[in-house]
C-alpha cells in the first residue's frame, strides 16, 4: 500500500511534511526532508508567533511547551516510541506524571497531606465529584456565572445547597460582597475566575468552614494559601495543557466522611490510592502540562507569573478606558486579569464585526466576546506575551482613529 501524503504542517517558520506508510508502525519523515532532525533527535525552532491567540480555551500555550510536546511526539524520553504511543505504565512515563505532581505543589507551596490527582471529565465531572466526595448535609455556593450556576446545579442532587449570594442581577458583572458563609456546611464553594463576564477574586475568601475552588482559569497566576482548602480543581486547557485533563488538589482528611456509596471513578479515594492511575490517564495533555509546569519554574514561579499578568491586564484596561469607543463591562474593583471583558460605547455598537474584521487582518485571533456578554474578550492567559496586549492595544487605537 502506498503512503498516504498528508499537507504541509507548519510551525513557525519550519515547514515539515509527513508521511504515514500504513503497511508499517510509526511516523516517517519524507525523504525530501532529510535536511531537518531525525526522527530520534527532533529538533524544532519555533521563530515566530503566527496569530496572537487571545482564545477563552483551549487557549495559547507557550512556545516552550509545544516544541516539547512536538517531540515527545515524535520520540518520547528515547523510548523510540511517540508519546502518543507509550504505555502508561512504562517507567518513562510514571517519571512524567510523578515530577508535574511534585511541580504542582512546589509552585503552588501545597502543604503536606494533599494529593494532587490528573482527571479526565474536565472542571464540569468536578462539579458533581466534590458535593459527591464531600457535601453530607449541606453547602455553601457563591454564584458569580455560568460555571457557578452549573457547580450549584450538580451539588443540588446531594444535599442542601446555600446560595450566600449571587451577581446574576447585574448579568454577573461584579462579585458579591458582605455575604455571610454558614458555620455549618460542609464547605464553601467559589469559582475564583468568571471566564464569560471578566470577573476574578484574587484572594481567598475568609471563611469559617473549609474552602472549595474551582480554578479553571487563573490557576498559578496568583499563590494561593491551599491549606485553606479541601478541594482545587482546575481544567487545564487555560493556562497549563491542551484540554483533557483537569486538575484536583485534596485534602486526605476531607475524605471519607459522607455515607452514600461512590460509584469508583467518582470517589477521590481511588485516585488517590492509585496515584491516578486507576484507569489510562490522559497522557499526551499531562506531558504537556509538566512541560508548562517546568516552564513556569524557569520563570521564576507564580509570583512572578502574577506580575507579568496584572501588567498586561493593566495595560489592557488603560487602553479600554482611555478609549472614546471601547467601554468595559465588570465592575472595576472585580476585574479579571485573565479574562478582558469589553464592548462598544452605543453610539458605537453597529462597528462591532467591523473591529473583529480588523483586529483578523492584523493576526488578532479570539477576542469575539461571548454570547451572553457580547462584544469583545481578550483572554490574557500566562502564556500570552506582551507583544500580543501590545498589538491588539494598536489595533484598538487605529480603529477608533478611523471613527
Not at 507569573?305 to 489592557?316: H, S
Request: aromatic residues 12%; hydrophobic residues 40%.
Amino acid at each position: 500500500m502506498p503512503p498516504y501524503q498528508f499537507p504541509y504542517l507548519q510551525m513557525g517558520t519550519i515547514e515539515y511534511n509527513y508521511y504515514i506508510n500504513f503497511s508499517l508502525i510509526g511516523l516517517l519523515h519524507s525523504q525530501n526532508h532529510s535536511k531537518f532532525a531525525e526522527r530520534n533527535n527532533p529538533k524544532y525552532q519555533i521563530d515566530e508567533m503566527k496569530k496572537h491567540n487571545f482564545y477563552a480555551g483551549p487557549s495559547i500555550l507557550s512556545e516552550y511547551t509545544i516544541k516539547n510536546t512536538a517531540d515527545a511526539i515524535l520520540n518520547f524520553a528515547d523510548t523510540g516510541l511517540s508519546i502518543l504511543e507509550v504505555s502508561h505504565r512504562s517507567k518513562e512515563f510514571t517519571a512524567v506524571i510523578e515530577e508535574a505532581s511534585a511541580l504542582v505543589k512546589e509552585l503552588l507551596e501545597v502543604p503536606e497531606g494533599y494529593h494532587v490527582l490528573f482527571l479526565g471529565g474536565g472542571a464540569s465531572m468536578q462539579f458533581c465529584m466534590v458535593p459527591y466526595n464531600l457535601l453530607a448535609k449541606k453547602a455553601a455556593y457563591l454564584e458569580t456565572g455560568t460555571w457557578a450556576v452549573n457547580a450549584i446545579k450538580e451539588a443540588k442532587l446531594f444535599g442542601e445547597v446555600d446560595i450566600v449570594a449571587s451577581s446574576k442581577d447585574a448579568n454577573f458583572s461584579y462579585i458579591p460582597k458582605d455575604f455571610t458563609i454558614p458555620s455549618d456546611a460542609d464547605y464553601f464553594h467559589y469559582t475564583t475566575n468568571n471566564t464569560i463576564y471578566g470577573t476574578e477574586i484574587r484572594f481567598d475568601p475568609e471563611s469559617p468552614v473549609p474552602l472549595v475552588a474551582d480554578m479553571s482559569s487563573d490557576i498559578f497566576s496568583r499563590p494561593v494559601d491551599v491549606s485553606k482548602y479541601d478541594v482545587i480543581y482546575a481544567g487545564a486547557q487555560k493556562n497549563l495543557a491542551p484540554a483533557g485533563v483537569t486538575i484536583a488538589i485534596v485534602k486526605e482528611s476531607a475524605l471519607g466522611h459522607v455515607d452514600r456509596p461512590i460509584p469508583t471513578m467518582l470517589n477521590y479515594a481511588t485516585h488517590v490510592k492509585k496515584g491516578s492511575m486507576f484507569n489510562t490517564p490522559p497522557v499526551l495533555p499531562i506531558y504537556s502540562a509538566l512541560q508548562t509546569l517546568r516552564y513556569y519554574k524557569q520563570l521564576g514561579g507564580v509570583k512572578e507569573l502574577e506580575k507579568l499578568d496584572v501588567a498586561k491586564a493593566a495595560k489592557l484596561y488603560e487602553a479600554i478606558d482611555s478609549s472614546r469607543i471601547f467601554k468595559g463591562t465588570a465592575a472595576v474593583e472585580d476585574r479579571s486579569i485573565m479574562n478582558v471583558c469589553f464592548v462598544m460605547t452605543p453610539e458605537y455598537a453597529e462597528l462591532e464585526k467591523g473591529f473583529i474584521d480588523f483586529a483578523t487582518e492584523r493576526g488578532i485571533v479570539g477576542i469575539k466576546g461571548h454570547r451572553s456578554v457580547g462584544g469583545f474578550r481578550a483572554s490574557l492567559y500566562n502564556a500570552l506575551p506582551m507583544e500580543s496586549v501590545d498589538v491588539l492595544i494598536q489595533a484598538m487605537q487605529d480603529f477608533e482613529a478611523k471613527h
